[in-house]
């Protein structure tokens, strides 16, 4: 049974910072892109930074700079260490294992976590 399990939400203000982690379980976890994405209330869910398998990061423009995303194969664990926080990067934080197999792509979902920057 695959289980992706975030930490480390809360409240923050602005210009704070917040680390939230992802401890996966019951996949090969090392051979799995892993993503974070964030869905604010009314709006998409939307990718907020990307870690593969080879270690190659991305992130959006909007945490560019700002948030640092890495993981820990040993502890089957992503981070996402934000920093300088803003009101609009209020949102529930969601953990996403990413792999493509011969038969197609397979992701895994966690159960989110809220991040709310406010004074």
């Known amino acids: 049974q695959v289980q992706l399990v975030e930490s480390g939400g809360g409240l923050a203000q602005p210009g704070g910072s917040l680390r939230l982690s992802c401890a996966a379980s019951?996949?090969?976890?090392?051979?799995?892109?892993m993503l974070w994405y964030r869905q604010a209330p009314g709006e998409r869910r939307e990718s907020v930074a990307t870690?593969?398998?080879?270690?190659?990061?991305k992130y959006s423009e909007s945490v560019k700079g700002r948030f640092t995303i890495s993981r820990d194969n040993a502890k089957n664990t992503v981070f996402l260490q934000m920093n300088s926080l803003k009101p609009e990067d209020t949102a529930v934080y969601y953990c996403?294992?990413?792999?493509?197999?011969?038969?197609?792509?397979?992701?895994?979902w966690g159960q989110g976590t809220q991040v709310t920057v406010s004074s």
């Open positions: 996403n294992a990413y792999k493509v197999f011969d038969g197609g792509p397979r992701d895994y």
């Open positions: 870690i593969t398998f080879t270690g190659s990061i």
């Open positions: 019951g996949i090969n976890f090392s051979r799995y892109s």
